[in-house]
């Protein structure tokens, strides 16, 4: 019986993950659970909240213990934090426990998608366009290093999930 039953999508912020896990969710009449959301619900407190008043290595805690506790669950859709890919073993337990896709896109499109929001902290302070890139100089290699791929830049959500769900078909066929 195949164990690996969760989709999980991970990428950097603006390349789709939400939208795209919860259509996902919706056609595969699965469970979505959005990390950022689950840990603001955990802990009362907003993802910016908890950068500026606990710091991000406790964030990272909260991250780390919600994908310790997700992958030992079956058929979810989730939609992981940019910045999951930083610890290996976030990576690792994704992948003992369902299909790891990760979603990217051009710098160009990032900054376009995540312009107008004011939620995500590590884009808060200073140019947005220079933040992305620097961030991507560091994860780009963790990120890559993944895989099963799909490019969002010129993909709507709902092309996307078309795209995921066919990668998920293809994987319970042949598991890797
Ligand atoms: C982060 C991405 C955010 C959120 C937090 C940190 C990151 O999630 O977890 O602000 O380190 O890239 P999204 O990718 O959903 O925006």
Known sequence: MQDK???????????????TGRLVA???EREFVDMDAQVEARTGRKIS???????????RRYERELVQELSA??????????GVVLNPENTRDFSHSGLVIC???????????VKCEDHRPLLENGDKA?????LLD???????????QVDTTYMSPEST??????????FVESPQ
């Open 26 to 28: 919706r056609r595969l």
């Open 138 to 148: 560091v994860r780009r290699g963790l990120y890559d290093a993944i895989p099963c």
């Open 103 to 113: 979603l990217k896109a051009a710098t160009s499109a990032i900054l376009q998608r």
């Open 5 to 19: 039953t969760n989709i999980v999508l991970i990428g950097f912020m603006g390349t789709g993950k939400s939208a």
């Open 161 to 170: 999930a078309d795209r995921v769900i066919e990668l998920y078909n293809e």
């Open 130 to 134: 220079k933040r992305i890139m620097d």
């Open 73 to 82: 669950r079956r058929n979810l859709v989730i939609a992981a934090g940019g």
């Open 49 to 59: 909240e908890i950068f500026r008043i606990e710091g991000e290595e406790a964030f």
